[in-house]
């Protein structure tokens, strides 16, 4: 049950039971992992067209590795640089490389953790720590700070495990895709409301960074909150 109890206490801490702010830009598309190299790990906007990213942030919760810590701050990147393109989307591609795919609006050297939970979380107002710094200082699922003025919109990346912050970290939201067979998904996408699981190699799957998810007339399999939490009753 403690799945079920840190997470949703951390809802509402974060205040997303209420659901996340309207007429925003939102988290459309996400590449975490690949075969082979990662050089194509990604995170895609859609909103209003030439709508301006400035004061918004892109945070994402894990752990710290080795040393089990849940809620730990493994990225921070700040978007005020960057606005939604004229089809309605924006491609910020976190890898170093040359990629496979192309339709990317913007790179930064990076990558994001493998084979493990993390929270994707749009904000705004974001007044907080950088990398590594702990937003769950106690380890019980539930955010201790939440140093921002908007949560936009987030998603969780879930590996099916239970969260032990040694090897498998909580999720702190409700909105959950995955898992992928044993695995996180290294790729999710959004249809509407929902969140899909795409295909692990990018070579002849469905990733449509800065474009519309083509993959929306026949999505995927998906997972809800509800899903995870029948897992642990």
Known sequence: MKLVKGPLAALLALGLVA???????????????????????????????????????LLVIGDTGSSGTCGVLEAV?????????????????????????????????????????????????????????????????????????????????????????TTDEYLYTSTVVGPDGTFAPGHVYRCGNAWYIGPFDPAGGVDSPGAQNAACATPAKSSTWGKVKTLYR
């Open 19 to 57: 659901g996340v702010a309207s007429a925003q830009p939102q988290l459309n598309e996400i590449r975490v992992d690949q075969s082979g190299t990662d050089v194509d790990e990604y995170v895609e906007f859609a909103g209003a067209p030439g709508a301006s990213l400035a004061g918004h942030h």
């Open 77 to 165: 990147i700040n978007l005020g640089a960057y606005s939604i393109q004229a089809d309605g989307y924006f491609a910020l591609r976190y890898s170093s490389g040359t990629p496979l795919l192309t339709g990317y609006d913007a790179t930064l050297a990076g990558s994001f953790e493998n084979s493990d939970n993390l929270t994707f979380l749009l904000v705004t107002g974001y007044s907080g720590p950088a990398v590594g710094g702990d937003l769950d200082t106690n380890d019980d699922g539930v955010l201790d700070s939440t140093p921002w003025t908007t949560l936009v919109d987030a998603v969780g990346i879930w590996e099916g495990t239970t969260p032990n912050c």
